[in-house]
């Protein structure tokens, strides 16, 4: 694994131009953080710009929301994420249950829209996805699968968008910055009972999560691809994306739905037709998984980009 290692004055005189040429999709750049002044350490995925994922509607859809204020919702179409209206979030809060389905046929109208469309109200998550207070945690958890010797855009990627800037516990009980349930914890060695919970040390929690991806995680997406006869290529975001499925939802469930997809779907379109995949604990929050992933390393090239312009212009 490569690092490369940047002055805050090389940094200065290569302003925007700083991500133009990366030696590979696995390098890592030292930023600075206005903020505080201190430099940082971040994985620059060249594919998100090669194959202009940022002009796919489920991805622009993700990083609206992402910058959306909470007061805020969308109006989107459930299966495309074809954005229509943007409205304030209380107009549908205090509506009745039984008046919620009347108020999307209207907007059906209104639109026009073919009858059938399915349509979901989705809230801003600018609260949540706080990206410029995650920085030095992603300087952290890079340097630790580093030091697990497993790729380090997996500790960024996990860290953007499971807990972006803190730590919490879903409905399903994982827990800590990089959402580790109980048993999955316990495996790799962390403590969970009534007095600690080491799933929020955020180095213990780092290393769990790195050997867990090395020893399931990418084993098992190279075991799913390997029965589709694809080449295994496990710096390609397609790999990587599908590894994050597999954290995410389990082997088997990822499994089971990748048997529904024909093996004619091979890299990035495998990846896609997962986003509209069902299969039992692969739902929802499973087929958004990677979209969200995408969506959010995109957010952070944003931010880069924009501490290097500021940085240029004040030279």
Not at 141 to 170: K, M
Request: glycine share 4%.
């Amino acid at each position: 694994m490569k690092y490369v290692g940047i002055t805050l004055l090389a940094l200065i005189g290569l302003g925007a131009s700083l991500w133009a040429q990366p030696k590979s999709n696995k390098d890592l750049i030292e930023v600075v953080v206005l903020k505080d002044t201190l430099l940082q350490k971040v994985v620059r995925d060249i594919e998100l710009d090669k194959d202009k994922w940022d002009l796919l509607p489920e991805i622009r859809f993700w990083r609206k929301v992402m910058k959306l204020e909470p007061e805020l919702c969308i109006l989107n179409n459930a299966k495309t994420r074809e954005m229509y209206q943007i409205f304030p979030t209380i107009l549908y809060d205090t509506l009745p249950d039984e008046k919620k389905p009347i108020f999307k046929d209207s907007l059906i109208k209104i639109l026009d829209l073919d009858p059938k469309t399915p349509l979901y109200v989705t809230y801003g998550k600018q609260n949540y996805y706080k990206f410029d207070k995650i920085l030095s945690d992603i300087n952290e958890g890079i340097h630790y699968f580093h030091d697990e010797q497993v790729d380090p855009w997996y500790a960024q990627t996990i860290l953007l968008i499971e807990s972006p800037g803190f730590s919490r516990t879903s409905p399903t009980g994982a827990r800590g910055r990089f959402q580790l349930m109980k048993s999955v914890a316990i495996r790799q060695g962390l403590k969970v009972n009534s007095q600690v919970d080491e799933r929020e040390d955020l180095e213990k929690s780092a290393r769990a999560a790195a050997n867990y991806m090395k020893q399931v995680c990418i084993p098992q997406a190279k075991r799913m691809l390997l029965r589709r006869r694809h080449t295994i290529d496990e710096s390609s975001l397609a790999f990587r994306l599908l590894v994050m499925h597999i954290y995410h939802a389990g082997a088997s469930n990822v499994s089971g739905a990748l048997r529904q997809i024909p093996y004619s779907y091979k890299e990035m379109e495998l990846i896609k037709k997962l986003w509209h995949t069902s299969y039992r604990g692969f739902r929802n929050a499973s087929q958004n998984y990677s979209q969200i992933a995408v969506a959010a390393l995109l957010e952070l090239n944003e931010i880069v980009e924009d501490q290097c312009s500021i940085l240029c212009l004040a030279k």
